[in-house]
């Protein structure tokens, strides 16, 4: 099992930058596909960004291409959302969620970590 951890999130204005963090601890964190998610009021939870096992192969929603970057370090078992160029409707809770697989079914997720654009 893996328990996950996120932070980062704040206030910032349009065009402003975050980057969020989501501490890993368990065993083989380096055999987990790792994924971002966020939830926006009163919508339902959406895929943002993810980065595969081993390969380290990276996935991103066409909202956030260009703009987000996920990255990895297994030394320190922390996975990093580089969020850039935000928009208000970037605002939501951000989850970290871990996969034994390739991304289809993700069985761990933090606690959430908030996310505020200003206009």
């Known amino acids: 099992q893996v328990q996950l951890v996120e932070s980062g999130g704040g206030l910032v204005q349009a065009g402003g930058s975050l980057r969020l963090s989501c501490a890993a601890s368990?065993?083989?964190?380096?055999?987990?596909?790792m994924g971002w998610f966020r939830q926006a009021p009163g919508k339902e939870r959406e895929f943002v960004a993810a980065?595969?096992?081993?390969?380290?192969?990276?996935y991103y929603a066409d909202s956030v291409k260009g703009r987000f970057t996920i990255s990895r370090d297994n030394a320190k078992q922390t996975v990093y959302l580089q969020m850039n160029s935000l928009k208000p409707e970037d605002t939501a809770v951000y989850y970290c969620?871990?996969?034994?697989?390739?991304?289809?079914?993700?069985?761990?997720w933090g606690q959430g970590t908030q996310v505020t654009v200003s206009s």
């Open positions: 368990g065993r083989t964190f380096n055999g987990y596909t």
């Open positions: 980065i595969r096992r081993n390969s380290d192969v990276t």
């Open positions: 969620a871990a996969d034994r697989g390739s991304g289809a079914e993700y069985n761990y």
